[in-house]
Every structure is written in structure tokens, then in C-alpha cells.
């Protein structure tokens, strides 16, 4: 039950939180309850430091998952839904989809059915971290993949379906393709209800956190009326409401962008995985389809650390899930060993988008203030000469420690 909380609003496009928001969290599978109980130390401890105990957020237990499955049957209780969509945010572990459980997925499930349509991950450096690159403090990127639609909308048929027959005879009849009768098939929609909304999401995060440049990530040379649509539609709709605070790459013509505007650009994916390896610097905010954002958030998230330093939200309007990015690690549960990094670093995005930055940026400084010292779990201390290998829960204690007010 919530402890003596009150709800978050949503009202002319703004949040309303109380000092006492009710916030549900799913515990999760695997390791998840390992890292939710460090994840919440640390944010509690930050929340109550940074505003000397007349902030404090009310924790509301919802489930999904193996829990979901024990306590109703189901792996996604529409109860845990409507709870998610009345409290307006919420967080999460990792979740675990059950075999043969009628779910792709849980976490596309729960962002379809909430319609959290970005998924916004921010992959920036902590200092003292190991990583597989040499300048690693080169990379401040925020991604936003878009949610809902592309390859994940689900829509396929397998291999000799009545289905998946119906649709080949069709296409090769009528529309003088050649597929190959065994094939399963897939249908990839983009549109340019969900492409604008997503853009206009990336663009607004942009002008808000004063970044200076806005990427469109697609494969547009190849599938022309999918990605080549996003990226056009993208560059309609910044034209169309962001006109006068941006700069588009092509008016420049080789010159240095204004300091007061956002430069918009545009790149092929296979030449922005290059880019985001040798010249990371020149890039702020990609606005990306769903699978290529999957790839490249993935990949960003590795030039800094790996996923366990990653973190994550699922953000509709007004609605926002933050969550871990990595998976669940069974063989690693109830063993107090993996690194919290990834669910601490996204309460921080989390009271971030309460609007209690300074509880956010203590966190931030306090994770990196004890990986600088060397107090770190396993997967960071096995990089580190000198570090002390420390448990999943003394990690969270680790940077309670250094939690210090700027």
C-alpha cells in the first residue's frame, strides 16, 4: 500500500507532483529484486537529503512478471496497468516474459498498452568508469526510439500460415513480388501521427536542456516510404513548430552553426553506428525508428560502460515508466552481486521528471564519486586494478555516502 500519498496530475500539458507522490514500482524478475531494493535506498536517501524531509516519495507496490503471475494469474495484471496509468509515473526492474504466456514481450506490452510512445535513453560517461574506448568522456548523447510502431508492432505471420499464405499469393498476384512461398512475413508500419509526436518530443527535450544539436536516424535510402518517411516527416514537423529556433545542416553550408539555435541534421543508421564511434562529440539528441534505436542506444550504452551503467524511461504524455535497461540475469538472482547502476541511474531521470533535479544530480554525482573511488561490484571491479568488490546493496550504500548537495 502507498504510504500517506497523494496523486501526481496532469493539467495544460504541465505535471502537478505533490510533495508526497504515489510512485508504483514493479520489483521484477531475476536480479530485479536485488536491484530495486538498492535502487530505492539511494533514492531515498537523495530525496531526503536533498530537501530535508519535506519531500518523500510514497512507494506503491505493483506487479507483473512471476509476481503478476502468483498473485493474479497473469504476467500483466491490468490492475498493475491501471495503477501505472492513475499515478501517471512509475518505475521498474527487469521483467522476465513467461514461455508460452501470450506476451512477446512484457515491456512492449506495457508500452503499447500505456502508449509510452519514446523511449528516451540519455548515455553519458561517469568518470573512472572502464570502458572498451579511449574517450569515452566524448559521449553525451540522448536517444529517443520510437516505441510503438516499426518491426515491434508484432504484426507477422509464421511460415506456412493461412495467414502468412494469404498474404504471399496476394503480394506476388496482384502486386508482381516474388516472395518466396516459405517465407514468414512481417509488415513494418511507420507513421506520421507517431514519427511527428516523437520528433517533437526530441526537439523539446533539446531546447529544454539547451543541446545543440538534433540527429534523425534512419535507413531512408533503403526503405524509402518507412524510415526515408520518418526522416521527412521529422524535418516537417520541426519546420513546421521549431522554425525559428533551429538551423538545418544544409542552409550552413559548411559554416558554424549560431550559438541560439539547434542544428538539425540527418544520417544514413549504418553511418551513424560509425559516427557515434569516431566523432560522438558532434551529436546531442537522435531521434530514431524503433529497431535502429534499439541497435545504437545498445551500442552508445557499451562505449560507457555497458548496460548496467544505462539508464532508461518509456515516456508517453503524460505517463513514464523509468526502468532498467538490462534483463533479468537469473543465474545472478538473490545473490545481492550485480550492479544497480542502470534502475539508480534512472530514478534519477525519474525525479528528474518530477522536477526535483537537485535529488538527481546528487545521485549522479554520488555514483560516479564511487566509481572514482573504486567501490564498485563485481562486473566494474574485475576492470578495475585496486577496487574494492563490493555486493548489489553495499554499492547502494557506497553512494548514499557520497550523496552530497551541489
Sequence with gaps: MAHLGAKIEFKDGKLLVPDNPVIPFIEGDGVGPDVWRAARRVIDAAV???????????????????????????????????????????????????????????????????????????????????????????????????????VY????????????????????????????????????????????????????????????????????????????????????????????????????????????????????????????????????VLAVPNLIGDFISDALAAQVGGLGMAPGSNVGIPTAIFEATHGTAPKYAGQDKVNPSSLILSGAMMLDYLGWGEAASMIRKGVEKAILDKQVTYDLARQMEGSTLLKCSEFAEAVVERLVQT
Design 48 to 150: 531526503e537529503r536533498a530537501y530535508r524531509g519535506s519531500r518523500k516519495v510514497a512507494w506503491q507496490e505493483v506487479y507483473a512478471g512471476d509476481k503478476g503471475n502468483e498473485r493474479y494469474g497473469t504476467p500483466l495484471p491490468e490492475e498493475t496497468i491501471e495503477a501505472i496509468r492513475q499515478y501517471i509515473v512509475g518505475i521498474k526492474g527487469p521483467l522476465t516474459t513467461p514461455v508460452g504466456g501470450g506476451y512477446r514481450s512484457l515491456n512492449v506490452s506495457l508500452r503499447q498498452r500505456l502508449d509510452l510512445f519514446a523511449c528516451v535513453r540519455p548515455v553519458r560517461y561517469l568518470s573512472g568508469t572502464p570502458s572498451p574506448v579511449k574517450r569515452p568522456e566524448l559521449v553525451d548523447i540522448t536517444v529517443f526510439r520510437e516505441n510503438t510502431e516499426d
Design 153 to 284: 508492432a508484432g504484426i507477422e505471420w509464421s511460415k506456412g500460415s493461412p495467414e502468412a499464405r494469404e498474404i504471399i499469393d496476394f503480394l506476388n498476384a496482384r502486386l508482381s513480388t516474388s516472395i518466396r512461398t516459405d517465407s514468414g512475413v512481417g509488415i513494418k508500419p511507420i507513421s506520421e501521427t507517431a514519427t511527428k509526436r516523437l520528433v517533437r518530443m526530441a526537439m523539446e527535450y533539446a531546447i529544454a536542456n539547451h543541446k545543440k544539436v538534433v540527429t534523425l536516424v534512419h535507413k531512408g535510402n533503403i526503405m524509402k516510404f518507412t524510415e526515408g518517411a520518418f526522416r521527412d516527416w521529422g524535418y516537417e514537423v520541426i519546420r513546421d513548430e521549431f522554425r525559428d529556433k533551429v538551423v538545418f545542416e544544409s542552409e550552413l553550408n559548411g559554416d558554424v552553426p549560431p550559438s541560439d539555435k539547434v542544428l538539425v541534421n540527418d544520417r544514413i543508421a549504418d553511418s551513424m553506428f560509425q559516427q557515434i564511434l569516431l566523432r560522438p562529440s558532434e551529436y546531442s
